[in-house]
C-alpha cells in the first residue's frame, strides 16, 4: 500500500462559526493508494475526536496501526489498491494540524486556550481545500465513524456536488443532553487539574495528565459495551490472593489506568475540550428551524447509515433518526443495524456484516443495492 505523510499550508483565510478568522492554517494529511487517470476514486475519511490522520497501515517511527486499519488498505474494506484515500488531523486537533499546541505567530507562544472555538462545519470548510490541494472534482465517499460520521453528514449538506456517497456510522444528526454531561464532567476533570493553568500550560512548561487521563478513563468505559467489560474482565482481580481487606485491584480498573496514563501522554487537553466541544456543538438543523427533514433536503449524495446493537453512547435510534429524516427529505439512503460486541468502539473492528455493508455501498453504482 502506497502510503504518503504531507503537512499542507493553506495561505488563506478560514473564518469560523465563532466568527473568528484563522489567517491561515495547516493540515496534517495522510494518503493511501493512487488517484487515477480521472481523478474519480478518492474517498476522505474522517476521525472522531481523539484520532488523527493516521488510518492506516503502521508507520515506520511507531508500531501502533491506523484507528481504521482493520478497513482501510490493499484488499481491506475500502481497497485502497481501488481508492485513493486522504486521512487528516482535524483542525483544533494536536498531531500536525493547527491547534492549541501550534505557535501563534504573534507572540512566538503555543496558542494554548487562546485558539478559537472550532465546530463540524468548520472543519469540513476546511477540508473542502483538500480537494482543490489534490487537485479534484469530487470525492466518491466520505465515510466516518462517531464523530467522524457528523462530518460525513456535514459534507453531505454543506457541499452537496462534492461529494457522491455519505457513510455515517455509529453517529447523530446531534447528540442528547446526557451525552454532552459526560463530556463536561471531563473537560471538568481537565479544567481541575493544577497544571492546567486556566489552558495555558505549555508556556509553564506543565502538563495536566492527571485531568486528561481521567478524562480519558470516564471516556473509555462510554466507549465500550457492559457485555465486552464483563466477558473481558468480569470481576478479575489483578492478584487472587487479595485479601478483602487489602486494597483491591481489579484487572478492568488496571485496564482504565493504563488506557488513561497512555492517552495522557499523548494527547492534549486543550484540544480535548475543543474536539468534545465540537461534538455537542453539531447541531445542522439549527439553521433549518430545527427541521432536520427540511435540512436534508439539500443533499445530492446517497447515504449509508449504520449503527451497532451494543453502542448505548450513539444508540441504533441515533441513525434511525437520520434515516427517516433522509427518506422523508427524498434523500437516497439505507440503513443498517449491525451486531457489534465491541459498543461504540464497534466502529473501528471489522466484521463480516460491517465490511460487506459498507463495502457494498462504496462499489455501488447509481442505484443503491
Given at each position: 500500500?502506497?502510503?504518503?505523510?504531507?503537512?499542507?499550508?493553506?495561505?488563506?483565510?478560514?473564518?469560523?462559526?465563532?466568527?473568528?478568522?484563522?489567517?491561515?492554517?495547516?493540515?496534517?494529511?495522510?494518503?493511501?493508494?493512487?488517484?487515477?487517470?480521472?481523478?474519480?476514486?478518492?474517498?476522505?475519511?474522517?476521525?472522531?475526536?481523539?484520532?488523527?490522520?493516521?488510518?492506516?497501515?503502521?508507520?515506520?517511527?511507531?508500531?501502533?496501526?491506523?484507528?481504521?486499519?482493520?478497513?482501510?488498505?490493499?484488499?481491506k474494506?475500502?481497497?485502497?489498491?481501488?481508492?485513493?484515500?486522504?486521512?487528516?488531523n482535524?483542525?483544533?486537533?494536536?498531531?500536525?494540524?493547527?491547534?492549541?499546541?501550534?505557535?501563534?505567530?504573534?507572540?512566538?507562544?503555543?496558542?494554548?486556550?487562546?485558539?478559537?472555538?472550532?465546530?463540524?462545519?468548520?472543519?469540513?470548510?476546511?477540508?473542502k481545500?483538500?480537494?482543490?490541494?489534490?487537485?479534484?472534482?469530487?470525492?466518491?465517499?466520505?465515510?466516518?465513524?462517531?464523530?467522524?460520521?457528523?462530518?460525513?453528514?456535514?459534507w453531505?449538506?454543506?457541499?452537496?456536488?462534492?461529494?457522491?456517497?455519505?457513510?455515517?456510522?455509529?453517529?447523530?444528526?446531534?447528540?442528547?443532553?446526557?451525552?454532552?454531561?459526560?463530556?463536561?464532567?471531563?473537560?471538568?476533570?481537565?479544567?481541575?487539574?493544577?497544571?492546567?493553568?486556566?489552558?495555558?500550560?505549555?508556556a509553564?512548561?506543565?502538563?495536566?495528565?492527571?485531568?486528561?487521563?481521567?478524562?480519558?478513563?470516564?471516556?473509555?468505559?462510554?466507549?465500550?459495551?457492559?457485555?465486552?467489560?464483563?466477558?473481558?474482565?468480569?470481576?478479575?482481580?489483578?492478584?487472587?490472593?487479595?485479601r478483602?481487606?487489602?486494597?483491591?485491584?481489579?484487572?478492568?480498573?488496571?485496564?482504565?489506568?493504563?488506557?488513561?496514563?497512555?492517552?495522557?501522554?499523548?494527547?492534549?487537553?486543550?484540544?480535548?475540550?475543543?474536539?468534545?466541544?465540537?461534538?455537542?456543538?453539531?447541531?445542522?438543523?439549527?439553521?433549518?428551524?430545527?427541521?432536520?427533514?427540511?435540512?436534508?433536503?439539500?443533499?445530492?449524495?446517497?447515504?449509508f447509515?449504520?449503527?451497532?446493537?451494543?453502542?448505548?453512547?450513539?444508540?441504533?435510534?441515533?441513525?434511525?433518526?437520520?434515516?427517516?429524516?433522509?427518506?422523508?427529505?427524498?434523500?437516497?439512503?439505507?440503513?443498517?443495524?449491525?451486531?457489534?460486541?465491541?459498543?461504540?468502539?464497534?466502529?473501528?473492528?471489522?466484521?463480516?456484516?460491517?465490511?460487506?455493508s459498507?463495502?457494498?455501498?462504496l462499489?455501488?453504482?447509481?442505484?443503491?443495492?
Amino acid at each position: 500500500m502506497k502510503t504518503c505523510n504531507e503537512k499542507i499550508f493553506f495561505d488563506l483565510p478560514l473564518t469560523l462559526e465563532s466568527g473568528s478568522i484563522l489567517p491561515s492554517f495547516e493540515l496534517m494529511v495522510e494518503t493511501y493508494g493512487e488517484l487515477n487517470s480521472v481523478k474519480d476514486n478518492a474517498v476522505l475519511v474522517c476521525h472522531a475526536f481523539s484520532g488523527n490522520h493516521h488510518a492506516a497501515g503502521e508507520k515506520s517511527e511507531e508500531t501502533k496501526a491506523g484507528w481504521w486499519d482493520q478497513m482501510v488498505g490493499d484488499g481491506k474494506t475500502i481497497d485502497t489498491s481501488k481508492y485513493f484515500v486522504v486521512s487528516l488531523n482535524n483542525l483544533g486537533g494536536c498531531h500536525g494540524s493547527s491547534g492549541p499546541i501550534s505557535v501563534d505567530p504573534t507572540t512566538n507562544l503555543p496558542f494554548g486556550a487562546a485558539f478559537p472555538a472550532v465546530s463540524v462545519q468548520d472543519w469540513v470548510s476546511a477540508q473542502k481545500h483538500l480537494l482543490d490541494h489534490f487537485k479534484i472534482d469530487s470525492w466518491e465517499m466520505v465515510a466516518g465513524g462517531s464523530l467522524g460520521g457528523m462530518q460525513a453528514l456535514q459534507w453531505a449538506i454543506s457541499f452537496p456536488d462534492k461529494l457522491k456517497k455519505a457513510a455515517i456510522i455509529a453517529s447523530s444528526s446531534k447528540i442528547s443532553s446526557q451525552n454532552i454531561a459526560l463530556n463536561e464532567v471531563a473537560r471538568e476533570m481537565i479544567r481541575k487539574d493544577e497544571n492546567f493553568f486556566d489552558g495555558n500550560y505549555l508556556a509553564k512548561g506543565s502538563k495536566p495528565k492527571q485531568g486528561l487521563k481521567a478524562a480519558r478513563m470516564l471516556g473509555h468505559i462510554t466507549y465500550l459495551s457492559e457485555s465486552n467489560m464483563s466477558k473481558r474482565f468480569g470481576r478479575k482481580l489483578q492478584n487472587p490472593e487479595t485479601r478483602i481487606d487489602a486494597k483491591v485491584s481489579y484487572e478492568v480498573e488496571n485496564y482504565l489506568q493504563y488506557k488513561g496514563e497512555q492517552f495522557a501522554e499523548t494527547f492534549d487537553a486543550n484540544s480535548y475540550i475543543l474536539m468534545t466541544k465540537a461534538m455537542d456543538t453539531f447541531d445542522p438543523a439549527k439553521d433549518f428551524g430545527q427541521d432536520l427533514v427540511e435540512c436534508f433536503k439539500q443533499i445530492q449524495a446517497k447515504l449509508f447509515i449504520a449503527s451497532f446493537n451494543s453502542d448505548w453512547l450513539f444508540p441504533k435510534e441515533y441513525g434511525k433518526d437520520i434515516q427517516i429524516s433522509a427518506v422523508k427529505a427524498g434523500v437516497r439512503s439505507s440503513y443498517v443495524e449491525l451486531e457489534g460486541e465491541y459498543g461504540h468502539d464497534s466502529f473501528l473492528f471489522h466484521s463480516d456484516n460491517y465490511s460487506a455493508s459498507l463495502q457494498n455501498f462504496l462499489e455501488s453504482n447509481d442505484e443503491l443495492s
